[in-house]
């Protein structure tokens, strides 16, 4: 597992877990201005004082960073087994994660994809375990797609992987 984390990372993992760059700051008593310029890579020792201590607080909320370029969220042994019984779905936690790497608006990609910006709005209201599961089964589909043109991978429906996409954040 990754010690470090990227400022795409961080961006991403607070947003799923509902977080303010206020709440990060209180976490690592630091200025919300202080986490919002280490998201934009404006910082230039923020991950390598704070990446253990993120770490660890995103670990205890179920989401590891196995690489530079991926986040896993981490299920429970029996929420395992829904992995296995759809490889091809799409979670909550993927919908939300690669829109954020992507730094895309809901309505942005909401239009990219022909649904509803309500659609999107409604989906990631879903708990970040809830595989998704639109009455357009063609929702998915084209999500993974967009996602996929734009060079993210779902292994499996809890993990992220965004291969060939290069962080700004060059102050790790």
């Not at 998201?39 to 704070?50: A, V």
């Not at 790497?101 to 309505?107: A, E, G, H, T, Y």
């Not at 989906?123 to 998915?140: F, K, S, T, W």
């Amino acid at each position: 597992m990754n010690k470090y984390i990227t400022c795409t990372q961080l961006r991403a993992a607070r947003n799923i877990l509902g977080l303010g760059v206020r709440d990060i700051g209180l976490l690592l008593k630091v200025s919300k201005d202080t986490v919002n310029k280490a998201e934009l890579g404006k910082t230039r020792d923020f991950f390598h004082k704070n990446s253990a201590g993120l770490v660890d607080f995103f670990e205890r909320n179920n989401i590891i960073f196995p690489t530079e370029y991926s986040i896993r969220y981490q299920l429970s042994k029996t929420d395992i087994q829904i992995i296995h019984s759809d490889k091809n779905g799409l979670s909550r936690f993927q919908l939300k994660t690669a829109r954020l790497v992507l730094s895309i608006n809901q309505s942005d990609l909401a239009k990219e994809v022909s649904v509803a910006k309500r659609v999107i709005t409604r989906l990631e209201q879903l708990p970040n375990e809830a595989l998704i599961n639109p009455r357009d089964h063609g929702v998915v589909l084209r999500l993974k797609n967009f996602f996929e043109l734009h060079n993210i991978e779902f292994p499996d429906p809890f993990y992220v992987f965004f291969k060939k996409y290069i962080d700004n954040c060059t102050s790790r």
